[in-house]
């Protein structure tokens, strides 16, 4: 940027502004925002102070006992019928809410480091205001302050909301669902739970779910990568014959195809799965031009393993090859064509022309993108959700199908029967740490291609 | 030489009948659902392609229907999704107006825990965002309100990427002439990103129409049809009508062909914008 050659102001130490700093600069290390105040930095200071304030009254009376209950999440494990001497009568002790006990306590870890933040800034803005009253320099006023925020400062200011946002709608619910992997939060612990370190994991990896866990990994990754090339094989193909010297009116071909992608999901999905029900109109029609004699079981609970997940993947074709048709479309249309003209003059036919160039540069912009949908469809919930539920049901299965992901029974498992919710935790952080590795891979693989 | 024009011809009409055929295919199921919407139908199954008996009694029945206030769904998700639509472009444009022009020292490391974030599978923070909202006692419109803008700073990527491709020197210029870096903001940033804005802002309106998650954790538990959103509310109907209200299924289709249509019109006018967000972002690596 063309502002980074700013002068630099002289540096201070912390120790230069407290020993040589006036009463309010010295105030300022303990009660932040003084030395604002002292500088008539109203907004800035009164700000400081009252959080500081706020701070230290929400501390003593409900952040202590917040922390100090997150190390047990509550004493009481169980309901039980103790006497109460003052009263003399025996009253029933509900078990401690784990969940609100772990929330509050993480909301209490957010909010201390929070405090740390500001009190760095107030000792940041401190040493700032030392420094240019020790050089004998203008001190920005109030007014000056406020300006910044919407110049220099631009930036926090504009970020702020979507800070907070983020914080207590993204962070807090992934700090807290992490945590409850460490968790025996279950069936058998739903309301009273406490920490039981790597136990859950163990559970999923090696113990009772681990039978589940693995076939369901293997058939996640299958889908994915059927999921994925299928979609952009068949759609590179697809934009390519409606691209293709002589077919007219290429808006509305591509219209036609659009309307799949752009009915909501639900719709869709849930109708797909009536018009594929062993019932439903697809066996109807086989049935009346006779190339069946028995309705087929595509994707209910008596259909082959098989024959469901080949269904769901060609069903997840007919969702996903418009949208690979309409980005492939883009691509091809910025395509280089003097490769083609030359591969044409050598006497290459279409498909040479598709294998060698155009496919191979079509791969080279994608690749990026291939792999984000990659990871898409690994949590592809709405497809398998909506059109199979997971059926055919799998015995050897712990609450889950033949033809579920991990995502739909990382669902299974936390708003299902099983109500395990440590293991759903679980596999949230094995779903993240799979599609870090993959995002890590690409994003090495396309700084290669950067280089080479 | 008529040989190959013969033959130009063949392979023109091969790849017409290809393509009709393949249009067919992908249109055909679209083209049943409209159909079954006016079908006449209580078995809770539509087994025939073409209807035997056409009615328009669905349609008249969804909206009068007193077990499923379709109405109310529609004025709910009216107003949830406008003002998640109008909080979320502001929330969105502003993270990632800042993110592509201005420089701070928090920048980069906010976009790598923006994408670590994303990588976490959001279901995976419903139950916390359940207990969230209960303590809230935000089991309602609004709390469903609050997350969808709760996470709109992370959907930064496709307007990072536009205002990426506006030049800088726009930007150095109206420096130089003494503006703030708000007015650059609001004089050059947003008139310059309009089709930004529409794009995000249309995103941003189509969610709470499509979601039927979310919205049925979170509105599932006051047990009131009336404050359910149109996709959890036809989601919840299809449900119940597999089970036990099954001649209500041709209604269930008539719903979802009357909210499919507005959304399918909004999706075609916005597929050019996520076309170039893609390619955007593929561009780049």
Redesign the interface.
């Known amino acids: 940027m063309f502002r980074k050659k700013k002068h630099v102001a002289p540096k201070a130490t912390y120790r230069e502004v407290w020993t040589k700093g006036s009463i309010a600069t010295k105030l300022s290390f303990i009660l932040m925002g003084s030395n604002a105040l002292a500088n008539k930095q109203w907004v800035k200071g009164i700000a400081l102070l009252l959080s500081e304030i706020i701070f230290i009254v929400w501390f003593i009376f409900s952040g202590i006992s917040a922390l100090s209950m997150l190390v047990t999440l509550g004493s009481n494990k169980s309901k039980k019928v103790v006497y109460d001497a003052s009263q003399g009568v025996y009253v029933t002790k509900q078990p401690s809410n784990s969940v609100l006990i772990l929330l509050f306590g993480i909301l209490a870890i957010i909010l201390c480091l929070a405090i740390v933040y500001l009190y760095i800034i107030n000792l940041r803005s401190t040493r700032k205001n030392y420094i240019l009253k020790r050089d004998g320099k203008h001190i920005p006023t109030n007014k000056e302050e406020i300006a910044s925020l919407f110049d220099t400062r631009l930036h926090s200011t504009l970020m702020a909301v979507p800070l907070i946002g983020i914080l207590f709608f993204t962070i807090l619910p992934t700090v807290f669902m992490i945590s409850m992997a460490f968790t025996n939060y279950d069936r058998q612990h739903p309301i009273a739970f406490s920490w039981t370190g790597f136990q859950a994991f163990g559970n999923v990896l090696s113990g009772d779910l681990a039978g589940t866990f693995f076939p369901v990994l293997g058939w996640t990754l299958v889908w994915a990568v059927m999921a994925t090339a299928t979609t952009f094989f068949f759609g590179v193909l697809l934009a390519l014959l409606i691209e293709s010297k002589g077919i007219k009116h290429k808006g509305f071909w591509r219209t036609i195809f659009i309307i799949v992608w752009a009915v909501p999901q639900f719709v869709s999905l849930l109708m797909m799965a009536q018009f594929l029900d062993y019932q439903g109109a697809l066996n109807t029609i086989l049935m009346n031009i006779g190339m069946i004699a028995h309705p087929i079981h595509f994707i209910d609970n008596q259909a082959s393993p098989l024959v469901a997940r080949i269904t769901v993947i060609i069903v997840n074709m007919w969702i996903g090859i418009p949208v690979s048709m309409l980005v492939s479309t883009a691509i091809i249309q910025n395509l280089p064509t003097d490769q083609i003209e030359a591969a044409k003059i050598d006497g290459a036919n279409a498909v040479q022309i598709f294998r060698s160039i155009t496919f191979p540069q079509i791969l080279f912009v994608m690749a990026p993108s291939l792999i984000q949908q990659f990871i898409g469809n690994i949590n592809n919930f709405n497809v398998i959700f909506l059109l199979t539920g997971g059926a055919p049901m799998n015995n050897n299965y712990n609450g889950a199908g033949s033809t579920d992901l991990l995502v739909t029974w990382l669902y299974n498992l936390t708003f299902g029967q099983e109500q395990r919710y440590n293991a759903s935790a679980v596999l949230g952080i094995l779903i993240f740490i799979i599609s870090a590795v993959f995002s890590l891979l690409a994003y090495r693989h396309t700084n290669a291609f950067k280089e080479g | 030489m008529k040989s190959y024009t013969n033959q130009?011809r063949l392979s023109?009409i091969f790849?017409?009948v290809?393509?009709i055929l393949?249009?067919i295919?992908?249109?055909l199921?679209?083209i049943?659902?409209i159909l079954?919407s006016f079908s006449y139908n209580n078995t809770g199954?539509?087994?025939?392609?073409w209807p035997e008996k056409f009615t328009l009694q669905n349609y008249v029945g969804i909206f009068t229907n007193p077990q499923y206030p379709i109405g109310n769904w529609i004025i709910n998700t009216l107003v949830v999704s406008t003002l998640s639509m109008i909080i979320s472009t502001f929330?969105?444009i502003?993270?990632a107006?800042?993110l592509s022009r201005?420089?701070?020292a928090?920048?980069k490391p906010?976009m790598q825990i923006a994408?670590?974030?994303g990588?976490?599978?959001?279901?995976?923070?419903?139950?916390?965002?359940y207990?969230?909202l209960k303590?809230l006692n935000m089991l309602n419109l609004g709390g469903l309100l609050?997350?969808y803008?709760?996470?709109?700073?992370?959907g930064f990527y496709v307007a990072k990427g536009f205002f990426d491709t506006i030049p800088r020197s726009i930007d150095?210029a109206a420096e130089i002439d003494g503006a703030?870096?708000?007015q650059i903001?609001t004089h050059i940033g947003l008139p310059l990103s309009k089709p930004m804005i529409v794009y995000t802002a249309l995103t941003a309106f189509i969610a709470p129409?499509?979601d039927?998650?979310f919205s049925g954790?979170i509105l599932s538990t006051s047990g009131n049809a009336k404050n359910y959103t149109i996709?959890y509310g036809?989601?919840n109907m299809?449900h119940n009508a597999k089970g036990n209200a099954t001649q209500y299924f041709a209604q269930f289709?008539a719903g979802?062909?009357v909210?499919?249509i507005p959304?399918?019109?909004?999706?075609?006018f916005m597929?050019k914008f996520?076309?170039?967000g893609?390619?955007a972002?593929?561009?780049k690596?």
Request: glycine content about 8%; hydrophobic content about 65%; aromatic content about 20%.
């Open positions: 130009k023109l790849r017409y290809l393509l393949l249009a295919i992908w249109i199921p679209i049943w659902i079954a199954f539509v087994s025939t392609f929330l969105t502003s993270v107006y800042v201005l420089r701070f928090f920048r906010f994408l670590v974030l990588m976490f599978p959001g279901f995976m923070s419903m139950i916390a965002l207990y969230i303590g609050l997350v803008v709760g996470g709109a700073g992370l150095e703030t870096r708000w903001f129409w499509t039927f998650i954790i996709a036809l989601y299809v289709v979802c062909v909210i499919a959304i399918t019109i909004l999706f075609i597929q996520y076309v170039n893609i390619t972002g593929a561009d690596g």
